[in-house]
C-alpha cells in the first residue's frame, strides 16, 4: 500500500493511503485526501496510477505543483520518498512499510540495572521545574512544557498527537533516535506508532532500533522514567546487548499515563560522543510523558464522547423520520394494492390511479434521501460562474408539471441580461427546489400563485433570489422553528428537512436567508448572495 504522510501545513500528521487503481485529487474539494490549507486550489493536482506506479499531473493551479522543488508541467511519475508539495502543504510519498512495520524489537538480553544511572516517578511533583533556581535552562523547560499543553489541548487524533509530540522532542532534545510504543489494552504487548530518526538509516541494521525489554517493563511496572547514561564504559555490555550493537551513549525511557492508566512509553536515545542525558532533561522527558498521557486520556474521552453524541443523533433522527418513512410506505403499499387491483380486474384505469400514487411517494422518498444526503453531508461548495436566470429556468420545468395539476400559478421575473455569480449550482439548485416545493404545497389548488425572482444589485455586489406564495402563511410560533430539522408544519406530509438544507446551503455560500409572513398573508423567502465571494480563484465560467 502507498502512502501519501503530510510533513508541513495545516493538516500535518495525516495520512492518506492511495487505492491501487483509482485516480485521487488532490484539493480543496477533494473527498479522497480532504484538506484544510486555504492555498491550495479547489482542483489542485492529481495522482493518476499506471500499473503499481503512480504520476502526478498539475490541473492549472494557481500556485503550480512541485516535486522535490521542481515545478511540475507535466505529469511525472514519483518514486518512493519523493516530496511533494501543494501550496504551504508537504507531502511525503512512499510504501506502506516505509510507515507502518516500523523497525522496534524489544529484546531479551541486556539487564537494565547495568546502564540505569536515574529514575523518576512520573507522579512527581518535581517534574515540571526540572531545576530549583529560576535559570535560563528552567525558563526553556517551562517553554517546552508550555507549547506541550498547547498540543495536547488541541488534538484528539492519537497517532497525529503523538507525531506531534515527537516534533517537540526532537527540536529541544539531542535525539539520534525516538520510538513512542502504545499499549491499546493493559493485557497487550505495546506496539510501536511513531519512529523517528534525526538521520535517514543507510542500512536496514541503522533503521533497526533494538531495546531491553527489562528497560521498557521497568518503565511500565515502576511508572517511572529511566535514564541510562555511558553504556558504552560497561563490560557487560560487550557480550553483544543492543546498547553495545548500536553505541547507545544515553537513553531515556519514560511512561505516558495518567491517573492509573497506562498508556505506553516514550523511548529516545543519542549516538553523540561523550554525550549523555542529564538529571534535569529526564525530569522534562517524565513530564512530556506525562502530559503526553492526559492528553491520550482526554482523546479516548473525546472519542467516547462523539459515540455517544452519534448514537443520540442517530436515535433522534430515526425517532424523527419513522413516521415520515412509515407513511411514505403505506403510501406506496395502498398504491400497489391499487395497480394490483386493477391487473386483476384488467382495469386502465384503476391502474392508473394506483401508479399516481406510488409516483407521488416515489418522489417523496426521492425528495428525503437527497435532503438527508444534502443536511449530513460536511463539504465545501464547489464554486463556479453561475448564471441565476438560466438556474430559476431549469428549476420551473421540473415544478411546472405539479403545478399545473393542482392549476397553480407559476410566475417567474428574472433578468436575463444580470452577470453570472459564483456559486455551488447543484447546491444552489437544490436550495431553491425545496422553497419551490414547500410553496406548492402551501397554496390552494386552483387559486394559488407562486412567484420566483431574480435581480441583481451592481451597487452592493449581491444577487437576491425571492420564492413567494399567496397561501395562509405561518404562524409566530411556527416561526421560530421553521428552520430547525425534523421540525414541519406539514404534518405527515413532511420530513422537517427542506429548509435546514437550504439553510446549511446558503450558509456554505455565504449568504442569509429571510422568512416574511404571518397567518393569512401568505410566505416570502429571500436569499441574497455575495458576488465577490469566490472560494477558488482558479474558479471557471460554467
Not at 112 to 124: A, L
Not at 128 to 154: C, D, F, K, N, R
Not at 443 to 461: F, K, L, M, S
Amino acid at each position: 500500500m502507498l502512502i501519501l504522510t503530510i510533513l508541513q501545513g495545516p493538516d500535518k500528521g495525516k495520512r492518506f493511503e492511495l487505492p491501487d487503481h483509482e485516480p485521487q485529487l488532490i484539493g480543496r474539494s477533494s473527498e479522497a485526501l480532504p484538506l484544510t490549507d486555504m492555498t491550495i486550489s479547489r482542483r489542485h493536482a492529481e495522482l493518476t496510477p499506471d500499473d503499481g506506479q503512480w504520476y502526478i499531473n498539475d490541473l492549472d493551479s494557481a500556485n503550480g505543483t512541485f516535486v522535490n522543488g521542481e515545478k511540475v508541467s507535466e505529469p511525472t511519475l514519483l518514486k518512493t520518498g519523493d516530496q511533494l508539495r501543494t501550496g504551504s502543504t508537504l507531502f511525503l510519498y512512499g510504501r506502506e512499510s516505509q510507515f507502518r512495520e516500523h523497525p522496534v524489537r524489544v529484546v531479551r538480553h541486556g539487564r537494565m540495572d547495568s546502564s540505569v544511572e536515574k529514575t523518576v516517578p512520573s507522579n512527581d511533583d518535581s517534574v515540571i521545574m526540572a531545576v530549583p533556581e529560576p535559570t535560563a535552562e528552567a525558563a526553556h523547560q517551562l517553554a517546552v512544557i508550555y507549547q506541550l499543553m498547547q498540543l495536547v489541548g488541541s488534538n484528539f487524533d492519537r497517532r497525529v498527537l503523538l507525531e506531534r509530540v515527537m516534533d517537540l522532542i526532537f527540536e529541544h532534545f539531542e535525539v539520534d533516535r525516538g520510538f513512542i510504543l502504545l499499549q491499546n489494552d493493559p493485557d497487550q504487548r505495546p506496539d510501536p506508532v511513531v519512529v523517528r530518526y534525526r538521520q535517514k538509516p543507510r542500512t536496514k541494521d541503522e533503521k533497526n532500533i533494538m531495546v531491553s525489554r527489562t528497560i521498557v517493563q521497568h518503565v511500565m511496572h515502576k511508572r517511572e522514567g529511566v535514564l541510562s547514561s555511558n553504556a558504552m564504559a560497561d563490560r557487560r555490555f560487550r557480550a553483544g546487548d543492543s546498547v553495545q550493537e548500536y553505541r547507545i551513549r544515553s537513553a531515556m525511557c519514560v511512561p505516558m499515563q495518567f491517573q492509573d492508566r497506562l498508556f505506553g512509553v516514550i523511548h529516545v536515545d543519542s549516538q553523540v560522543k561523550n554525550y549523555t542525558y542529564t538529571d534535569d532533561q529526564l525530569r522534562l522527558m517524565t513530564a512530556i510523558g506525562a502530559q503526553a498521557g492526559m492528553a491520550l486520556s482526554n482523546a479516548v474521552l473525546y472519542q467516547k464522547g462523539m459515540q455517544n453524541a452519534r448514537l443520540a443523533a442517530v436515535g433522534e433522527t430515526v425517532a424523527n423520520l419513522s413516521h415520515s418513512v412509515r407513511n411514505i410506505l403505506q403510501g406506496m403499499r395502498g398504491g400497489a394494492e391499487v395497480v394490483e387491483l386493477g391487473l386483476r380486474r384488467n382495469d386502465l384505469n384503476v391502474m392508473r390511479n394506483g401508479w399516481d400514487i406510488l409516483s407521488r411517494n416515489l418522489d417523496r422518498i426521492y425528495e428525503l434521501t437527497m435532503n438527508m444526503l444534502a443536511y449530513s453531508k460536511q463539504r465545501k461548495p464547489e464554486f463556479q460562474m453561475l448564471s441565476l436566470p438560466a438556474l430559476i429556468t431549469e428549476i420551473v420545468e421540473l415544478v411546472q408539471p405539479s403545478c399545473d395539476k393542482r392549476q397553480v400559478a407559476l410566475i417567474t421575473e428574472t433578468d436575463d441580461n444580470m452577470p453570472p455569480i459564483p456559486a455551488d449550482p447543484s447546491g444552489l439548485h437544490q436550495a431553491i427546489i425545496n422553497l419551490v416545493n414547500n410553496a406548492v404545497d402551501a397554496v390552494e389548488p386552483d387559486i394559488g400563485a407562486i412567484t420566483i425572482r431574480c435581480a441583481y444589485n451592481p451597487i452592493e455586489q449581491t444577487a437576491t433570489i425571492v420564492v413567494s406564495d399567496n397561501g395562509q402563511g405561518i404562524d409566530e410560533e411556527s416561526q421560530r422553528q421553521i428552520f430547525q430539522p425534523f421540525y414541519s408544519t406539514k404534518g405527515q406530509r413532511g420530513t422537517g428537512l427542506g429548509l435546514a438544507v437550504t439553510r446549511k446551503i446558503i450558509d456554505e455560500h455565504g449568504g442569509r436567508i429571510e422568512l416574511d409572513t404571518g397567518p393569512g398573508a401568505g410566505t416570502t423567502f429571500t436569499i441574497e448572495l455575495s458576488t465577490q465571494h469566490v472560494a477558488d480563484p482558479a474558479a471557471t465560467t460554467a
